[in-house]
């Protein structure tokens, strides 16, 4: 009974933690941009870059320059991922971009190559390029009848209806900005502008009841609730029950429970980029710059959608409820679970089983990316933690080009969009790309020779190449070139 307790506590833990630190300023408004992207952007702006029928040479680096400019977890692209490919994009460039942004942004580099070295970050960078295209390119080789299908498909769905214009172009530019204003990493954002004592002498008890319902190892990269974050909780619940009411039936009209949602989102993101500190005499909040930049972008968000249609703003808030009900509960399930698997998995193992650089530190390397799935930049100092406990940085590297892309709350998620064939084949791909990129950057670190290496590397490569080719010939549609 106890064990059960300890995962079932480690399970909600996690869960807490998560909601309390990372789904706000990330994810929520990037279900926003999803729908914005699903209702307000016609197929053909999608289709010309990175459709199924557009050239390889043009969609895939396309997906990959979109990828490395978005600072955000794999949860949080699932949803952007979602928004392109309900709109049209092929499934090769869809993937490429689901792959590379979380692993291979610019953010994600910088702060690989301050941490584990430049060498490090630039295996990780060219690795994730070229593995990245070449799952996208399977994909959609595999896959090709149901893109094919979806294609079509994409034609008659309700939100193709919509027209793009500068309004709909401003929208979702503010999305952008409110995404970015909450999730960059910029001194200025983090810097204090005022502060404010609220008078609240439980403060301090509140937050040493919190650290003993969710008690966390800040140097295995595990994170606690706040006194901010359990505030934030109860907000996103309130979002959700009003969100409900409000957005169910918005195609046919707005009532005030969309309003009282909608308020609550934009009052919920302002506070979360707030900093509240429990003091003996009350609570601290600041007034920092990321509040100010996230609520000049709110601002921007509401004087753009105030110039939409009617029915181009509903279907906007349609297709945002519909991807928050298809993926919010599999990312709950998830991250549960991971945080229930958290508990089983010691760190200690690592030095016994992935402390060279083999076949089988690999797969090790990997399965931990799925089961110890950690928020972007996070895994970066937690994977210092596991080279510091003797991880080989072959594994290392594997371990990062999984740990971004595998996570069970993630896998749930792309289900739900692609279906289960296609996740299954995509899970596979990864794990096999990020075991040959571990063991290749592994040789090279053991001292192998490199001309070896980098033909070993070309090979695998080129072998990949003549697949595709051979693949491409058999089917009765030929892509362009």
Request: proline fraction near 4%.
């Amino acid at each position: 009974m106890d064990t059960f307790l300890r995962l079932m506590n480690g399970g909600a833990g996690n869960l807490a933690a998560y909601l309390a630190a990372h789904v706000l300023l990330c994810l929520l408004p990037a279900f926003f941009i999803a729908g914005a992207m699903a209702a307000l952007i016609p197929k053909a702006s999608i289709t010309r870059w990175l459709g199924r029928n557009a050239r390889y040479r043009v969609s895939y680096p396309a997906a990959a320059a979109a990828g490395s400019l978005l600072a955000v977890c794999s949860c949080t692209i699932v949803p952007l991922f979602a928004g392109i490919y309900k709109k049209g994009a092929g499934l090769g460039p869809a993937i490429t971009f689901l792959f590379f942004a979380p692993a291979g942004n610019v953010l994600a580099l910088a702060y690989t190559g301050s941490i584990l070295g430049a060498e490090f970050a630039l295996a990780r960078f060219v690795l994730c390029l070229l593995f990245g295209v070449s799952i996208g390119l399977l994909m959609a080789v595999v896959f090709w009848r149901d893109d094919a299908r979806h294609d079509a498909q994409t034609d008659a769905l309700f939100a193709q209806q919509a027209q793009i214009g500068p309004a709909a172009t401003g929208v979702l530019l503010s999305l952008v900005a409110v995404l970015i204003a909450g999730t960059l990493k910029a001194p200025w954002l983090a810097a204090g502008v005022a502060t404010l004592t609220v008078p609240l002498p439980g403060a301090e008890a509140w937050q040493a009841t919190l650290a003993q319902w969710v008690p966390f190892d800040a140097a295995k990269g595990e994170e606690g609730v706040s006194v901010q974050g359990s505030l934030l909780i109860v907000l996103l619940l309130l979002i959700g029950l009003t969100a409900w009411k409000g957005l169910e039936n918005i195609v046919e009209g707005a009532n005030r429970w969309t309003w009282i949602a909608l308020g609550l989102a934009a009052a919920t993101l302002l506070f979360a980029a707030l900093r509240l500190t429990p003091r003996a005499d009350g609570l601290e909040v600041m007034l920092t710059g990321r509040a100010l930049a996230v609520g000049a972008a709110l601002w921007a968000v509401l004087h753009q959608a105030r110039r939409l249609a009617p029915d181009a703003w509903r279907a906007w808030l349609w297709e945002a409820w519909r991807f928050v009900k298809q993926i919010f509960v599999l990312l709950v399930v998830g991250v549960f679970v991971v945080g229930v698997a958290r508990q089983l998995i010691q760190p200690e193992w690592i030095q016994r089983l992935a402390g060279r650089n083999d076949l089988m530190g690999n797969v090790v390397a990997v399965a931990f990316g799925v089961f110890m799935y950690f928020p972007t930049l996070v895994e970066v100092p937690v994977a210092r933690m596991f080279l510091d406990l003797g991880m080989h940085r072959g594994p290392l590297l594997a371990y990062l080009m999984a740990d971004p892309e595998l996570s069970l709350q993630s896998i749930l998620m792309v289900a739900a969009v692609i279906g289960r064939p296609k996740t299954f084949t995509y899970v596979g791909l990864v794990a096999v790309f990020s075991i040959v990129a571990g063991l290749t950057y592994g040789a090279w670190v053991d001292g192998a020779h490199r001309m070896g290496v980098l033909i070993g590397l070309a090979v695998f490569v080129g072998a990949l190449v003549f697949l595709l080719n051979r693949l491409l010939a058999g089917r009765s549609t030929p892509h362009h070139a």
